[in-house]
Nanobody, 127 residues
């Protein structure tokens, strides 16, 4: 079983950048497809980005496409979310998620496909 711990959130101004990290305690991190989701107060959890086991395939939600970049370093058991040109609408708790899959090139976009979740990290963007 893997445990996921997010870090890197904080309070920033519109237009700033942040990099979130998701550290895994498991020794089989490369077996997991990874994703990032976010949840703002009063809203459902929203898909942000996903990456395949190898890192060769990625997919983004429409609201972050072109501004956010997901990546992973399997040697460090860590996934990342680089967020540029942040907007107040990006304010939310950001969660990383993982799922063991056999298809090394698959990306998972539905939160119900993920088995493991971190505790979340708050990102607040002021205008």
């Amino acid at each position: 079983q893997v445990q996921l711990v997010e870090s890197g959130g904080g309070l920033v101004q519109a237009g700033d950048s942040l990099r979130l990290s998701c550290a895994s305690s498991g020794r089989t991190f490369s077996s997991y497809a990874m994703g990032w989701f976010r949840q703002a107060p009063g809203k459902e959890r929203e898909f942000v980005a996903a990456i395949s086991r190898s890192g060769g395939s990625t997919y983004y939600g429409d609201s972050v496409k072109g501004r956010f970049t997901i990546s992973r370093d399997n040697a460090k058991n860590t996934a990342y979310l680089r967020m540029n040109s942040l907007e107040p609408e990006d304010t939310a708790v950001y969660y990383c998620a993982g799922a063991i899959i056999l298809d090394g090139g698959a990306v998972l976009r539905d939160r119900w496909q993920y088995n493991y979740w971190g505790q979340g990290t708050q990102v607040t963007v002021s205008s």
